[in-house]
């Protein structure tokens, strides 16, 4: 028998450890590029159906196990599972609009704070590892969202759930992982959006409010103080939180720093890690060792794994931890612009067309061109 389970039910399984096969039936390539944990790829056509070769490793792998099967939309995977059912299968569950659906899966996370004031949560986009933020104050119950990804309602609903109404929207800078939702939801409910004041030389053409470095946006008694921290692109923010939390962007993460080279290329990357270096020691390293780093992204691999924490986790480290701890941050000033330019990861798929969307020079079409420009892990970190 074949059913349907949600993407969000397959984070339950795998979460869960329960004992099930995941068989992902995109082609190699695509599988190999990013696919979801543990998952195993038996690439599929369903003009041609199943091998003999195919049905035997399929045997192998599944070992009496339930079935659940997945592709990029879920019509691959569809004629899968009917064929495996027909071959004598009795579990077989297909994943709901597939590594799309996979792509869009979020987890609010509640970040502890000193203030009983002071409300933190964080919005962490399982399959992308982007993190964004709500933040707000619980007397006035009033919000700012930062970094806001384009499944806005995810950051209305977090809002919603803390008691607190949207009254500004942030971006840390202009993202080339993934489209922005920042703009976006800041019109639908109708709030001025800021980006730091640099990003006028990126030629932003959405409307935005400019924030200078060091001005401070208040939210009741709860202060944000923008600091501009180039380096990962020329208008980088950071945004102070009452003196104790940092949100980094792409600035500093738990285990690395940001790239440069996706803004200034690769002929001018020594540039941007100068500009790094600089916003790392002369602003962020700067502040107490007990502030919390709260980053823009964590590291998920292509086969699907958090490199640091889990899902609905609170993804924070403390600021003298890392001092001590990420090796990035004793370099002097030349080691770290030669490890920063040396041997830079590979780049984010189609990260070109996203920026250029994330400045208002391009536009998507529509939700499916906009879930194939994201797919895949983010890779913002050197």
Request: glycine content about 8%; charged content about 30%; hydrophobic content about 35%.
């Amino acid at each position: 028998m074949v059913n349907n389970i949600t993407a969000e039910r397959l984070a339950g399984k795998i979460d869960a450890d329960e004992q099930f096969t995941l068989i992902d039936v995109r082609p190699e390539d695509s599988f190999e590029a990013w696919h979801v944990r543990d998952a195993e790829n038996v690439s599929y056509d369903p003009d041609e159906g199943l091998s003999e070769d195919q049905l035997n490793e399929v045997d192998t792998l599944v070992d009496g196990r339930p079935v659940v099967a997945i592709c990029g939309k879920g019509l691959t995977s569809t004629p899968f599972a009917f064929e495996l059912d027909e071959h004598g299968y009795d579990d077989i569950s297909v994943v709901t609009g597939g590594m799309e659906e996979w792509s869009k899966l979020y987890e609010v996370v509640p970040i502890e704070t000193s203030s009983d004031d002071l409300v933190v949560r964080q919005v962490q986009r399982r399959a992308k590892g982007c993190l964004g933020y709500v933040v707000g104050s619980k007397e006035v119950g009033e919000a700012v969202v930062v970094d806001a990804t384009r499944q806005t309602d995810q950051f209305k609903v977090a809002a919603q759930d803390a008691g607190l109404s949207i009254a500004r929207v942030l971006d840390t800078h202009v993202h080339a992982d993934h489209i922005s939702g920042s703009p976006t939801l800041a019109d639908e409910v109708g709030v001025p959006y800021h980006l730091g004041d640099a990003a006028r030389e990126r030629g932003v053409e959405y409307e935005y409010d400019p924030l200078p470095d060091g001005d401070v946006i208040e939210v009741g008694d709860v202060e944000i103080e923008a600091l501009h921290t180039p380096g990962h692109t020329s208008e980088m923010m950071n945004y102070l939180v009452d003196g104790e939390l940092l949100l980094t962007g792409d600035t500093l993460f738990v285990d690395s720093v940001g790239r440069t080279e996706l803004q200034f290329g690769e002929d001018d990357a020594s540039r941007g890690a100068e500009l790094l270096y600089d916003s790392l020691h002369e602003t962020i390293l700067n502040l107490p060792d007990d502030t919390t780093i709260l980053p823009g992204h964590l590291t998920v691999t292509s086969d699907g794994r958090y490199e640091n924490g889990s899902p609905g986790e609170p993804l924070e480290a403390r600021l003298g931890d890392l001092r001590d701890e990420l090796d990035f941050l004793g370099l002097d000033r030349e080691a770290f612009v030669e490890r920063l330019t040396e041997d830079t990861p590979e780049k984010p798929p189609n990260y070109e067309t996203v920026i250029a969307i994330n400045t208002g020079k391009e536009t998507v079409e529509d939700e499916s061109e906009a879930t194939e420009l994201e797919l895949g892990p983010n890779n913002c970190a050197a």
